[in-house]
T-cell receptor, first 110, second 116 residues
Framework: GENVEQHPSTLSVQEGDSAVIKCTYSDSASNYFPWYKQELGKRPQLIIDIRSNVGEKKDQRIAVTLNKTAKHFSLHITETQPEDSAVYFCAAKGGNQFYFGTGTSLTVIP | EAGVAQSPRYKIIEKRQSVAFWCNPISGHATLYWYQQILGQGPKLLIQFQNNGVVDDSQLPKDRFSAERLKGVDSTLKIQPAKLEDSAVYLC??????????????FGAGTRLSVL
């Protein structure tokens, strides 16, 4: 099955700086890559996603890039704000199933 | 649009006891997922339903876990008997599509289970 690795596990940035979280996947057939934000005690919320026929997608301060050849995709958050502090999960969809990374705890320091 | 509903939000039981969780997906969503999220880890799929049929239950510990979605709408997940290592948040999610068209998942708030 698919194996998704996520780095780093923790990340601290100063408010206003950028944050980058990276994921790799193993199954070249995976075709959909969502990113979820999970605040403490709350449900995972989809923040951005990308399909395998696209290399980059942007939504305001958030962007995702996908390199199918290298089998990795990254989340970029620019101009970080304290409310961006949360755990972020990447996932890869292969066939019917979603495979999640282990999460990155992002702390934005005011 | 109403979200995915789960109950209870919290449950504390002793090991070897039984517990059941309930999920009501978003109306019209054919696919329903149960995930186990252990503290500090990403969600791990336990079972996936398409309407009332099981699509994938390869990671469900079938000696103690069971799940059903009899009418293709709401679902229950049961653990019997519970072990200490079952302490986790149990997340339910749903999506509208079928097969390879399944894309966006919407998650419920989860049930936090503590096994003492």
């Amino acid at each position: 099955g698919e194996n998704v690795e996520q780095h780093p596990s923790t990340l601290s940035v100063q408010e206003g700086d950028s944050a980058v979280i990276k994921c790799t996947y193993s199954d070249s057939a995976s075709n959909y890559f969502p990113w979820y934000k999970q605040e403490l005690g709350k449900r995972p919320q989809l923040i951005i996603d990308i399909r395998s026929n696209v290399g980059e997608k942007k939504d305001q301060r958030i962007a995702v890039t996908l390199n199918k050849t290298a089998k990795h995709f990254s989340l970029h958050i620019t101009e970080t704000q304290p409310e961006d502090s949360a755990v972020y999960f990447c996932a890869a969809k292969g066939g019917n199933q979603f495979y999640f990374g282990t999460g990155t705890s992002l702390t934005v320091i005011p | 649009e109403a979200g995915v509903a789960q109950s209870p939000r919290y449950k504390i039981i002793e090991k070897r006891q039984s517990v059941a969780f309930w999920c009501n997906p978003i109306s019209g969503h054919a696919t329903l997922y149960w995930y186990q999220q252990i503290l500090g880890q990403g969600p791990k799929l336990l079972i996936q339903f398409q309407n009332n049929g099981v699509v994938d239950d390869s990671q469900l510990p079938k000696d103690r876990f069971s799940a059903e979605r009899l009418k293709g709408v709401d679902s229950t997940l049961k653990i019997q008997p519970a072990k200490l290592e079952d302490s986790a948040v149990y997340l339910c999610a749903s999506s509208v599509g079928q097969g390879v068209l399944v894309n966006i998942q919407y998650f419920g708030a989860g049930t936090r289970l503590s096994v003492l």
